[in-house]
């Protein structure tokens, strides 16, 4: 059973940062592509930041500049900077593992931007 575990939510100030972590408890995880996607109350979930087991990264464009999407493999997790935050980022995120056959979801991470 793949488990997937997010970390790092909080409350923080407009124009301040956070630091997401997702751990995947799986071998081979390489082989996933690995996203950050984000559910505010009354929206729908929404794709964040995606990394492909090739390194290949996209964002939302209300993310791209501010946010960073990285992994490292040999830790089995996923990383994702956010800076410059702003009120519109607060919502759950939620750390996804996927490839053609299988697709796992961590719990969520609230993030909270507010003064």
């Known amino acids: 059973q793949v488990q997937v575990v997010e970390s790092g939510g909080g409350l923080v100030q407009p124009g301040g940062s956070l630091r997401l972590s997702c751990a995947v408890s799986?071998?081979?995880?390489?082989?996933?592509?690995m996203g950050w996607y984000r559910q505010a109350p009354r929206n729908q979930r929404e794709l964040v930041a995606e990394?492909?087991?090739?390194?290949?990264?996209n964002y939302a464009s209300s993310v791209k500049g501010r946010f960073t999407i990285s992994r490292d493999n040999a830790k089995n997790t996923v990383v994702l900077q956010m800076n410059s935050l702003k009120p519109e980022d607060t919502a759950v995120y939620y750390c996804n593992a996927a490839d053609l056959d299988e697709s796992y979801w961590g719990q969520g991470t609230q993030v909270t931007v507010s003064s």
């Open positions: 990394i492909t087991a090739i390194y290949s990264t």
């Open positions: 799986a071998r081979g995880c390489s082989r996933y592509a």
